[in-house]
Nanobody, 121 residues
Framework: VQLQASGGGLVQAGGSLRLSCAAS????????MGWFRQAPGKEREFVAT????????YYADSVKGRFTISRDNAKKTVYLQMNSLKPEDTAVYYC???????????????WGRGTLVTVSS
């Protein structure tokens, strides 16, 4: 599976962005998908994950209630809708695919190139 994230950009605090992650390969619908982020000088951290069917989702406490992960298996795309953005959400955002739903980065098998989100105060 090859993944390509897009949709990042510069937004003011309180604004919204929607990230997309397009996948190639025939088995996208069998993978659980996740979003992670890495801020400058910090370790990569879990943001959200969604099961292969879309029936289960989990979020980091820091984004719960503000971010929504979803997927469209027909389009082989996973999304991250980000609302009420804060300056501390500034980071490079990565999508990843795993064989089970998990918040641990080491359990993800495939990673896309990141997309930069910058939230100004």
């Amino acid at each position: 599976v090859q993944l390509q994230a897009s949709g990042g950009g510069l937004v003011q605090a309180g604004g919204s962005l929607r990230l997309s992650c397009a996948a190639s390969g025939r088995t996208f619908s069998s993978y659980d998908m996740g979003w992670f982020r890495q801020a400058p000088g910090k370790e990569r951290e879990f943001v959200a994950t969604i099961s292969w069917s879309g029936g289960s989702t989990y979020y980091a406490d820091s984004v719960k209630g503000r971010f929504t992960i979803s997927r469209d298996n027909a389009k082989k795309t996973v999304y991250l809708q980000m609302n009420s953005l804060k300056p501390e959400d500034t980071a490079v955002y990565y999508c990843a695919a795993a064989s089970k739903i998990t918040s641990h980065a080491y359990e993800y098998d495939y990673w896309g190139r990141g997309t930069l989100v910058t939230v100004s105060s």
